[in-house]
């Protein structure tokens, strides 16, 4: 059965409510035929034009950390938009003069804008006008206001991506109204836009909000006032003569025949109605007065509506991606507009959706090497890069980059990348090689593309030279010595259905500690890419019997065909579960428990992963993308020592020591063989510190300047009582973090992943740094933009931000009727962060002897004398500091700070404003191509439009005289 959730915002016992709930109800016998024809159909849904949402299978709504149900309006939600309504240009006119300040005026138009931008979708194009004049007062100051083009461009209309939704959203929120009216200039402005976009074939159409007041009151005055005998005499009163803006709006409309939607904030008399009112009738559009701003999407029903029945075109397409209400990481849907051949109109928008996470794990099944992968859609955006943060870590709609700006370096043309583009946003197949270096490779490299079926999206695959031949791993054909390889889920061969079928494991196994690690065995985990169909594996067969049918295919000799001649798994699959079973019958034979030691393990290339001891791993768990694995790879032939991390295993803080493994024989430094496994092991960060500490302090009776002693700075000097100098030792790695400190570290029982901040060497040691980057050149500065970065309300500590929790009367009142809004119970959003790091030069690496670095320092913090060293054939460099004398120990020695600012990393929170501005920019500059101007064709929607501008007093009167006429007539 199906669920239905109403809108905070929608009145339950409202008669449009009821009747959609209840005609909404006979889609349940067509979801379960959808479900039945295609078990892959995990959600269905249909949200109407009155704010319902009915779901299948019918779930329990989410709550948010008070209990409450979180709020959802499908209105509102990427899918149902794009299936709404076609391509448009949509300018809002908003009048921000002084008369708008007063009740709830402005609040209202805010309101409107708001749920305007927010219905937009990407095709779309928008701009925000507020409209207001200079003024004299009533005490002869001049006041100087003209009207502001919202966004990032004065003279075009900006794509309603979700950044310049944020950025115009922001803008509208912090406008205060002010100044004189001025319509005339606003609306030639609007115009202008219209008559200059990329849409300006498709549908236009202009919001239009005001208050209907020819005047802004006896403080605003449109002429500079003089003095007299008597006193200053004021200038004249503004009073606006809406004919002229009548006329000159019926002349701008002749070609572009925008429609025009109008709205009054305030109806203080009948009069008011008529600008607004006129406007709209008079260009096929509507008028409604708007008494509150609560609900609005319902009461500007007569805009979405005329929306949604005015483009012919019912085809649909795969939204772009966006962020799942219910927490399901990044979603694409496929919506379907519902349209009503009896009435004329939509009644509404059915949709399916599938986590962008399964799209790019079909993709990827079939990577191997460097090869590199990304999605784009028709206007260039990427919807996916191999560049990317998971997707599970973007805290909001994230910014769409350029493909070209992540394919091309900054400094390369790269024309053949123009036309790949090019035939990529066309939807075409077909290959090209390039070799022009790029942002992420260089060489010879070809890029094969095509694509999706049924969508707007393309994707490629680029593949350097090297890795045109594929090396796969061959399957043992001798296993003797193997032993049984044991699937990771422990517990199911406990279970009666395996006892049944596989006897001799749970005594083998140990069957009694089962939910335990497991020192008998070890075990192997498959990531959701070693499966052909893992929506198969996921929700149709249970656990017991996955694990059956993985454990018989691993260790038994079904022919291993791969999924695309009908098999279960991916070739060679089988191959690296077999293979990995010698490491971890070795692992098992050397085990330790004297040893600190947690666990072992190893992945793969194509997504295995072996464990000893046995355990469980989380389904979600991605071997390729733990940091562990990425750094092994990018540093081959090196031993990578970790950060201190969270395991996600829950071991707690741990460090790990990673070697890649490759495929074949590694002779010399540099060794062209690919990477096709990481060996790993764990250690708890407490013992791996004091062992490593161990290594690298000296022996404290042997001598007085050991690591982490104190001592007198010169001996002999009469002074050197009052200064006690020391002697320092850390370990950082190849991005200047410290990994090993002897005086201070992490602390083990925190269980906060967010406080865990790398603390680069440039914040212990910044003199030390600041000769390292800029004497010796081992380190070279980096700056950089993430569009997906998260942010925290509080640094260290989960924090309630403040919005949406009631602080006014009214507020309070909302709480109590509403049930909210309340925020989710989370310090994190989505943000857009510059940052300055710094990574290892590695033609500098062996520089001054052997990569070996020496220098005193003296200056605004310490001084000193230091020593750089690598450790051999690891990521590491060990760093002593002797004689070292804190010179300040105020907190806000200005030299010291200074000295700070630019040896530390660092990262500084963009403005939604600035943020989508430049990216703008930088997307209309990278992108190199016109906008699609792709326009549906249009139905001929006639609105009804009416206003009244008489009083009560005069339609009686004039209803009087009607009878008086007709009573004659009678008697005639």
Known sequence: MSAVKVSEDVPRSAEETIDAVLYTRHLDQIFRKNREKDPRLIWQYFGSPSGILRTYPGKAWTLNFVGFPNDYDPRLRPWYIAASSGPKAVVILLDCSKSMAEGNRFKIAQGVAEVVIKSLSRQDFVSVICMRENYWDDIGTWHEYEIEVLGCDYNKMVPATSEQQRNLLVQVKNLTPEGTSEFEVGFRKAFELLSNSSRAGCLSTIVFVTDGLDSDGYTVRCGPGYYARSGYVPGPECRYNWETLWTEVEQLNREQEARIFSYLTHLSS???????????????????????????????????????????????????????????????????????????????VASIDVTLDEIIDHIQKEMWGDVSTFIINSFGDSIFHSSFSPNSEIASDPFFLPIADLERASNETMPEFVSIERSMRASRTGQQ????????????????????????????????????????????????????????????????????????????????????????????????GCFCDLFRYLYVMSPEEATLDVHQFMNGREKDVGCWEGGRYMKHVRAEVLLTSRAGRIWRESFNASLPVIQVYMGTERGVVRIFPGQRLPRTYNAVKRHWYKKA?????????????????????????????????????????????????????VNLQARLLDVIASNKNARKK??????????????AVKHVCETRCYLFDEDSNIVIDDRSGYQNSDLNDDKMVAVSIGVKEPEVMEQLLYKHGLFKLIKSRDYHGTCHTS????????????????EIDNFYRLRGPIPDFSDKYGCVLDKITFQLQASNHTADGGGTFSGQILGPCTTGTYYVEPLPLTNLHLL????????SSHPYDFNCQALHSIVEPAQAQVSDSEASCQYHSVFAKVQGMEESDYCPALREVTLPCGFSTGSGMQIITEVLWLLVFLTIVKNA
């Not at 517990?491 to 196994?509: D, N």
């Open 880 to 887: 002593v500091v002797e004689n070292r004398l804190a010179m």
């Open 433 to 528: 090689t390039v070799n022009t270096p790029g942002k992420y490779m260089t060489g010879n490299r070809t890029y094969y593309y095509t694509s999706l079926n049924n969508s707007d999206y393309s994707f490629a695959f680029v593949i350097p030279e090297r890795d045109h031949v594929i090396r796969y791993l061959s399957e043992a054909v001798n296993r003797s010595g193997l032993g049984v390889s044991y699937f990771h889920h422990l517990t199911a061969y406990a279970s009666k259905l395996l006892r049944k079928k596989l006897p001799y494991a749970y005594e083998a196994l140990e069957g009694e500690t089962l939910n335990q690690s497991n020192y008998y065995h070890s075990t192997f985990f498959l990531q959701s």
């Open 795 to 810: 640094r260290l500590a989960s924090m309630v931000t403040m919005d949406g929790i009631p602080s006014t009367a009214e």
């Open 633 to 685: 790879v990018l540093f081959p032939n090196k031993t990578i020592i970790s950060l201190p991390y969270l395991d996600a295993i829950g071991h707690g803080r741990v460090m790990s020591i990673s070697q890649a493994v490759f495929q074949g024989n590694v002779t010399g430094d540099k060794s062209p063989l690919p990477v096709k496994a990481v060996l790993s092991m764990d250690l708890l960060y």
């Open 706 to 719: 050991g690591c982490g002693t104190l001592y007198r700075c010169l001996e002999g000097d009469s002074l």
């Open 270 to 348: 009948e009069a008011t109605k008529k600008l607004p009112g006129k406007l709209a009738c008079d260009h096929r559009g509507s008028f409604k007065v708007l008494s509150d701003s609560r609900n609005l999407i319902t009461k500007m029903r007569d805009y979405f509506n005329f929306l949604a029945n005015s483009v012919q075109n019912t085809q649909s397409y795969w939204t772009s991606p966006y962020r799942d209400a219910s927490g399901l990481g990044m979603l694409v849907a496929y919506p379907v507009p519902a349209y009503s051949t009896k009435i004329k109109q939509t009644i509404g």
